[in-house]
């Protein structure tokens, strides 16, 4: 059973660790060590902090088992499930006194949350990581937020998010009615994500993770349409793109998408992620620092403890672009570069 003393080094914990050594023995073989700048997966011996030790298995059965060591479907819907977990954080029920949700795994616990309609697309993941918590004896809130930050860096050029752990156990169901939907205007989102303590500013650098992601329920005509042309690359293709109202087959605008790139309120922040590979570069630190935050909104961020020394190392795409775009607006990205950056720091999950 999970426990509340999710830190403490438990029998369970110890277990996983061991057991963590093991699939991680198989990986050496490879000759793959974080310190020999090989996979850029760092080891369990690696890792110095005692308390993200246990992790280093979550890690392993997330990037391994579920994404497969890319960015698949499982790894975009973890990314859309980090924000929806988290996004039901409220400062102005905080300030009434009233029961919140937030950054605490809620949607792997309460089994209504995912069959809210703005959860439709989630079960799958939802059924992977609910086994999770108990297995290795860490909190569902620990889970969900190491699975989000790791299928951002699962896609190729997807920043690497600071990551911490120790969410206590789910407090209460988690408010309803508190996640923006497409179809609402720009200054409501723009609200809701203020009473989240979310920016504008951060908010455009959030949606860019729509550069990896599919749409199935908005516009059932278009089931599985993806929100830019590179949806397997993390580029800021996506705002141009959007902005431009581009029409291209397989190609779905969200309606929001389509209102933050011309609103007022949102135009400034969104046009400055509408660029050249510097821009992506901005973009990936901006995003980065935004699903950090997203990622402990309404938990006692003190009692936390960082553990991104576990996270394995990102593909920068400054590395896989083509020789001649030299500055080219939107980074082009060199196809068999990109297999081929996938492969090396992607193969050693699948073993
Ligand atoms: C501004 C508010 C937002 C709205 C209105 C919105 C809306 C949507 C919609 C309608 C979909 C398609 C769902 C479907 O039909 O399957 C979607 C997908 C997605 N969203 Fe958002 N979104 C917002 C913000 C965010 C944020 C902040 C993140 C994460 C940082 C995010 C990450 C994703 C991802 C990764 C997908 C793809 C999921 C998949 O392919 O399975 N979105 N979003
Ligand atoms: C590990 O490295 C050594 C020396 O570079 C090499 O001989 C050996 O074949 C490598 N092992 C694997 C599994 O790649
Ligand atoms: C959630 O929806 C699924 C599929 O419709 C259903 O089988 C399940 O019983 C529902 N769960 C709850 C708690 O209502
Ligand atoms: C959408 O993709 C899923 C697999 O990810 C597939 O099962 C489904 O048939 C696709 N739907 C359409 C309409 O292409
Ligand atoms: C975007 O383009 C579509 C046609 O491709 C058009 O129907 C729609 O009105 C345009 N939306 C905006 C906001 O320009």
């Known amino acids: 059973m999970y426990s509340t003393v999710i830190c403490s080094l438990t029998l369970a914990s110890v277990l996983s660790s061991v057991a963590g050594v093991a699939t991680l023995d198989k990986r050496q073989t490879t000759n793959a060590t974080a310190s020999d700048g090989g996979s850029g997966i760092p080891t369990i011996n690696d890792v110095t902090n005692p308390v993200c030790k246990p992790f280093v298995a979550v890690r392993d059965a997330i990037m391994g088992d579920i994404f497969q060591g890319r960015c698949n479907d499982n790894a975009r819907a973890a990314i859309r499930l980090s924000f929806h977990d988290a996004g039901t954080f409220s400062l102005?029920?905080?300030?009434?006194?009233?029961?919140?949700g937030g950054a605490d795994g809620s949607l792997l616990v309460d089994p209504n949350e995912i069959n809210r309609s703005e959860n439709n697309g989630m079960q799958t993941i939802v059924s992977l990581l609910k086994p999770l918590p108990?297995?290795?004896d860490v909190s569902p809130g620990d889970v969900l937020h190491l699975a989000g930050t790791l299928a951002v860096i699962a896609c190729p050029g997807g920043p690497l998010v600071n990551t911490f752990v120790g969410r206590p156990a789910v407090k209460n169901d988690n408010p309803t009615g508190l996640i923006p939907d497409t179809h609402d205007t720009v200054s409501n989102i723009v609200n809701r994500f203020s009473d989240m303590g979310i920016t504008v500013r951060e908010a455009m650098a959030l949606i860019g993770s729509h550069t990896c992601a599919r749409q199935r329920f908005v516009d059932l005509?278009?089931?599985?349409?993806?929100?830019?042309?590179?949806?397997e690359i993390w580029d800021i293709r996506f705002y141009a793109e959007t902005k431009r109202n581009d029409s291209d087959p397989g190609v779905f605008r969200l309606p929001s998408d389509l209102a933050f790139s011309h609103s007022?309120?949102?135009?400034?922040?969104?046009?400055r992620f509408v660029g050249s590979l510097s821009t992506q570069e901005d973009w990936a630190r901006e995003y980065a620092d935004a699903h950090e935050k997203m990622s402990m909104l309404g938990q006692d961020v003190s009692a936390l403890t960082d553990c991104t020394?576990?996270?394995p190392e990102a593909i920068h795409l400054r590395d896989i672009t083509v020789t001649s775009s030299g500055g080219a607006v939107d980074p082009a990205v060199d196809p068999a570069k990109l297999e081929a950056e996938i492969q090396r720091t992607r193969s050693i999950w699948l073993q």
Not at 221 to 231: G, I
């Open 92 to 100: 102005s029920r905080e300030a009434a006194g009233l029961d919140n």
């Open 134 to 136: 108990e297995k290795f």
């Open 221 to 231: 005509a278009f089931a599985n349409d993806t929100f830019d042309t590179t949806p």
């Open 264 to 271: 007022s309120l949102t135009q400034d922040d969104y046009n």
């Open 309 to 311: 020394e576990i996270m």
